[in-house]
């Protein structure tokens, strides 16, 4: 939420979640919003293994389930989409991508609830977002133990040591540093 950006995406993964904790990992959330029914009365497997492989510092919260449909999907994008021609741009993205329309829908619910509170953001003052939608399967599915092993982000030995990221990194914006790191966790398959 701190940079205004809303980034969709569907993917299809297996039964072990394995491309949804890769795009967890690669941007690093300090808040995962869920169904309710994914929580309660009984933890999905989803939601198992979320809890077992992210950091404890992301807060899991639950969204009643009412509030994760389409059509309100559809409605929060007309509202905090700046760019009418975007938008038609992102509708047609986003035909048959039911899971990431009600995941908007879920997400702005929850975020207009908290609004007042300040308890997960500081300035929730936003007007619009830039909006995108991207597409999964374009990019490469590097795991954890590979990321780790080939010392792609931080150093084994010594974390202020030499990694790829931090040889690569001259960036100067925070956003630039978050764009290389998600680029080297995730690179694009050039067909």
Known sequence: YDTGELVLWEIIDSQIFIRTLHRIQVYEPTLIILPSTSINPCMSKLTTILRRNISQTVKIKEVPNKNFSVENGFDALKQY???????????????????????????VWFFQKHQDSNQYHKDLSFRYFRIRFENPEDTMLIDSKTILGLELIENKNNKNGL????????????????LLRNNILQPLIIE
Request: no cysteine; proline share 2%; charged share 20%.
């Open 81 to 107: 989409t700046l760019n009418q021609e975007k938008l038609n741009l992102i509708h047609e993205n986003l035909i048959e991508r039911d899971f990431a329309l009600a995941a908007v829908a879920g997400a």
């Open 163 to 178: 990694s790829l990221f931090s040889f690569l990194n001259n960036t100067v914006t925070p956003m630039g540093k978050r």
